[in-house]
């Protein structure tokens, strides 16, 4: 009997273990670093926070990527069109120079649809 709930429990660690191994696969996939290399670079990180500085010239548009909750700082005016997921939600906002914006975990697209090109870092917490 104890031998089959050892058993039971063994296999209930592991497949915890596979659910938390695609979870944390699925997260890294969407990474935004990894995802938007071409507007997206760390600039800080350690094992509290990331700063990502992210610059995207009008009219370009950011592949769907994630991030965690934290800080965005708004380092120049810009208009962006977002599409948040899974709800496929799309907004327009005009951002302004100094202004600092909390944003809970969000998955979404980002698309410059301004005429000047988008500045901001954002400091996310681990």
């Known amino acids: 009997m104890k031998l089959r709930v050892y058993s039971l429990i063994g296999a209930g660690i592991f497949a915890t273990a596979l659910i938390g191994l695609r ?31 992210d610059q995207i010239p009008p ?29 496929g939600k799309i907004t327009r906002t005009h951002r302004k120079f100094g202004d600092v914006n909390w944003s809970e975990p969000i998955v979404h697209e980002v698309r410059n649809v301004g ?3 988008s500045h901001a870092v954002r400091i996310e917490l681990k």
């Open 23 to 53: 979870i944390s696969s699925a997260q890294e996939e969407l990474d935004s670093i990894k995802v938007c290399p071409d507007t997206q670079k760390v600039v800080f990180e350690n094992a509290f926070v990331r700063a990502i500085d």
């Open 59 to 87: 009219g370009v548009a950011e592949k769907k990527h994630q991030h965690r909750h934290g800080l965005t700082v708004i380092l120049t005016n810009y208009d962006v069109e977002q599409k948040t997921y899974p709800e």
């Open 115 to 117: 005429t000047t090109p």
